[in-house]
C-alpha cells in the first residue's frame, strides 16, 4: 500500500497558480504587439516608407486604399499616405518621448528637493505644482506658439512641462517615506552625500512607482501634441505628425476619408495600448497587490 504525499499534490496543484499568475493578459500582449510595431515603424521609418513624404503625384491624387503603390491610398496632392502616416508616428514618438522624459527628470528633481531641503524650499515647490496644475496648459501651449511660433525644439521644451507636478508629487511623498526608513538613515550614518542617498538608493525604490506615471504621461503627451498640430500650432509642413495629418485630413473627411481615418486609428491603438502595458505594469510592480 502506498500513500500520496500532502506535500507533492500542494506543489502540483501550486505550480499551476504560479503559472496562471504569470500569464500575460490578451489585452497586454495587444499592448505590447502594437507598441513593438509602432516602434519599428518610427525606428526604421526611412528603410520602410515607399516615397519620399514631400513626392506628389496629380495624376493619382485622392486615390482609394488598395490601389497598387499606394495601399492607404493618396492625399489631395497624390502623396502616399502610408509613406506619410509611417513619417508621422517616427515626429509623433520622438516629440512625445523627449517630452516625457524631460517632464519625469524635472518634476522628479524638484521633488526631491523639496524633500531634501523642506522649508521654503518644500512650499515654494508644492506652491509651484498647484499652479501648474491649475493652469489651462492647452490654453497657454497656445498663447507660446502663437507668439514665438512653433519649431520641433521649443514644441519638446513645452510638451516636457505637461505633468511634471505629478512627477514632483510623487517623488516628493516617496522620498519622505523613504527617508524615514531604516536603509536611508543607515547610508546617511556612514558619510553618505545626500545626492549619493537620492541617486543610489532611494531613487532605485521609487523608480518603479515613477515609471508607471510615465506610461500614463506618455498618452496624455501625444493627445496634446495631436491636439495643437490638429489646430495648426504643432509640427509644422513640409514635416508631419499624426495630429498634423488628421488636422488636413478633416476637409476630405467626405470624399477621401482614409487620410483621416488612418492617423487618428493610430493614435487611438497607441494610447490604448500604452494605457494597458501602463495599467499592468502598475499591477506588477505594486508591492501592495502581491
Known sequence: MTFANPSDSGAKTAAPRRRSGRAVPVAVLFGLAWLGLVLICAIFADLIRPYNIT????????????????????DELGRDVLSRLIQSIRVSLVIAFGATIISAVFGTTLGFLAAQFRGIVEHFVVMLADFQAALPFLIMSLAVL???????????????????ERYARIARGLAISAGSQGYAAAVVQLGATPRRVYLNHI?????????????????????????????????????TSLGNMVGFGREYLT???????????????????????????????DPTIR
Open 146 to 164: 502663437a507668439f514665438f511660433g512653433s519649431n520641433m525644439v521649443l514644441l519638446v521644451c513645452l510638451m516636457g512641462f505637461y505633468g511634471w
Open 55 to 74: 513626392q506628389m503625384n496629380l495624376t493619382s491624387r485622392l486615390a482609394p486604399p488598395g490601389t497598387p503603390g499606394h495601399w492607404l491610398g493618396t
Open 203 to 239: 531613487l532605485p525604490n521609487v523608480a518603479s512607482t515613477l515609471i508607471v506615471s510615465m506610461t500614463l504621461t506618455f498618452p496624455e503627451i501625444i493627445l496634446m501634441e495631436s491636439g495643437l498640430s490638429f489646430l495648426g500650432l504643432g509640427v509644422q509642413p513640409p514635416e
Open 255 to 285: 470624399t477621401a476619408p482614409w487620410i483621416m481615418l488612418g492617423p487618428a486609428v493610430v493614435i487611438m491603438l497607441t494610447t490604448l495600448s500604452i494605457s494597458l502595458v501602463g495599467d499592468w505594469l502598475r499591477d506588477k510592480l
